[in-house]
């Protein structure tokens, strides 16, 4: 808790059901439930978000422990207790989803009119599910918060999406549990090992090599689906493709990174031995997913699959960086998984806005935007420039420390890691000069209006927060400096020890 004593935490995570309940109590005609549903959620994500400030504002930047922490006994004899707090690492990513879901509900304005109520519940459950996940200190308290994620978000794809919803949505439920049963039987076989499935009691727990390995891989099986990593990101396209623009938000700016938290909160600390051992075979895949995955987005005719694939390459220039194990690469991973969720939420708006007024994703449909909606094409410029990492945007911090960090660990993966950055200014410039500077694809392109004022107040936010992140990245760097170092350092001393034992 706070100084104050104040269960800051727990009122974060749960303030959006009470929101829910609110919702579910109104009733009237159709179009009176559907308003106030709106409103409910709306102001509910603004006090939660409000109530993250306090969080960001109170946090200590220099200290690496758990702050704003609450522990009460739930299975006491079985080990089990509810216990939750943040470090420098996790509270911007919960500041992260707090941001991201007012601007889910006024994109969501007058795109959803049908079963409103529901919709709008399932994403306020969801913010439940997401700040738990991020600020959950017992592992089976995670898991739980973890799995809860795919439910509203399997019913907000496979409801409220596209032609091929149900299939987009059952694809992305299946992987996702798939790989998630795999990390409950390691987080069993910790329990029985320790007693506990206290997040940082375990950390105090040194495990052979040979289980070490053996967890490490089940984490891998979760929190690859998870972020994704090829080659089992072929479930992110479909969901992205087929959900409706605010789930591309949500999808695309948190829950890609809650496999990239996984591997920080818990590979990193708990498996060093198997952290090391399996480093090179993490190199290899996130080259191979950042230039196959950048090839197959120049190859994109639709404008939701261009933009998933390409986060399937940044994410993996993020495991590159998390498997650095030095400052420079774990904190540009952090960084550039944090810019991710910022940009690519932003483009995924910007293919909404033409989406609802032209309701097609294909490339070709458009062309000339710039003349008809010069506002738009100014917005999208920015968040393309910040997607290709041009210095001064949001992309830039983190890619630049995460090659830093890969060519001490290894040159060659720092070209690999270069080779993404080339490739993404090649797509990304693609989709924009036909979409925005080519001729006018179709006469009923120039009836088009720009953007509405709604649509400024989703973006402005977006728009600011891309350029401070660029222009000031050490004010943002600097709330999980003291974690990443505290990180490298227990992993360089876990490594080191046995060693010396052994001399």
Not at 36 to 46: G, H, M, S
Not at 319 to 343: D, E, P, R
Request: glycine share 8%; charged share 10%.
């Amino acid at each position: 808790m706070n100084a104050a004593g104040f269960p800051l935490l727990s009122l974060l995570t749960f303030l959006p059901l009470v929101g829910c309940a609110v919702i579910m109590s109104v009733r009237g005609d159709e179009e009176t439930v559907a308003a106030n549903a709106r409103w409910t959620a709306l102001w509910t994500t603004l006090i939660v978000f409000a109530l993250s400030l306090i969080l960001w504002f109170q946090f200590d930047k220099a200290s690496s422990d758990f702050q704003f922490v609450e522990q009460l006994a739930w299975l006491p004899e079985f080990g089990l207790s509810y216990h939750m707090g943040v470090d420098g690492i996790s509270v911007l990513f919960v500041l992260l989803t707090t941001m991201l879901m007012p601007i889910c509900i006024i994109a969501s304005w007058d795109s959803i009119r049908t079963r409103v109520r529901e919709y709008m519940v399932a994403f306020l459950v969801l913010q439940t599910m997401m700040i738990g996940t991020f600020a959950a200190l017992d592992f089976v308290l995670f898991y739980v918060f973890f799995e809860g994620v795919l439910i509203p978000m399997f019913l907000i794809v496979g409801i409220w999406g596209h032609d091929r919803r149900v299939y987009a949505a059952l694809k992305f439920f299946l992987y996702t549990l798939l790989g998630s049963v795999l990390m409950l039987l390691a987080i069993l076989a910790l329990w029985y090992q320790a007693g506990t499935t206290d997040i940082p009691a375990l950390m105090e727990l040194r495990l052979t090599p040979a289980m070490q390995s053996w967890v490490f891989l089940a984490f891998l099986a979760s929190f690859a689906v998870k972020m994704p990593m090829w080659p089992v990101h072929t479930w992110l396209p479909d969901a992205h493709v087929e959900a409706p623009t605010a789930g591309s938000v949500i999808l695309a700016g948190v829950l890609l990174k809650m496999g990239g938290y996984g591997f920080l909160r818990f590979s990193l600390p708990l498996l060093p031995d198997a952290v090391e051992m399996f480093a090179p075979l993490m190199f290899a895949l996130s080259v191979v997913a950042i230039v196959y995955t950048s090839l197959v987005a120049l190859a994109q005719e639709n404008m939701k699959k261009l933009i998933a694939y390409s986060s399937v390459a940044h994410m993996g220039i993020v495991t590159l960086g998390i498997f650095t194990m030095n400052q420079q690469g774990i904190s540009g991973a952090i960084f550039q998984m944090l810019s991710h969720g910022v940009v690519s939420a932003a483009l995924f708006l910007c293919v909404g806005v033409l989406y609802d007024r032209v309701h097609s994703l294909e490339i070709a449909r458009y062309g000339g935007v710039a003349k008809i909606m010069p506002g738009y094409a100014l917005v999208f410029m920015l968040f393309t420039m910040a997607s290709v990492a041009l210095p001064g945007t949001a992309g830039f911090p983190g890619e630049l420390l995460v090659i830093v960090g890969a060519w001490k660990a290894n040159p060659f993966v720092a070209v690999g890691a270069a080779t993404g950055m080339i490739l993404g200014a090649c797509y990304m410039l693609y989709l924009y000069r036909r979409v925005i500077f080519s001729r006018i694809g179709r006469e009923d392109l120039r009836a088009l209006l720009d953007l509405s004022p709604r649509e400024y107040a989703v973006f402005v936010p977006l728009v600011l927060l891309t350029l401070w992140m660029g222009v000031y990245p050490s004010s943002f760097l600097s709330f999980f400096e003291a974690s990443v170092a505290a990180m490298v350092e227990r992993h360089e001393a876990a490594l080191i020890l046995p060693r010396l034992a052994g001399m």
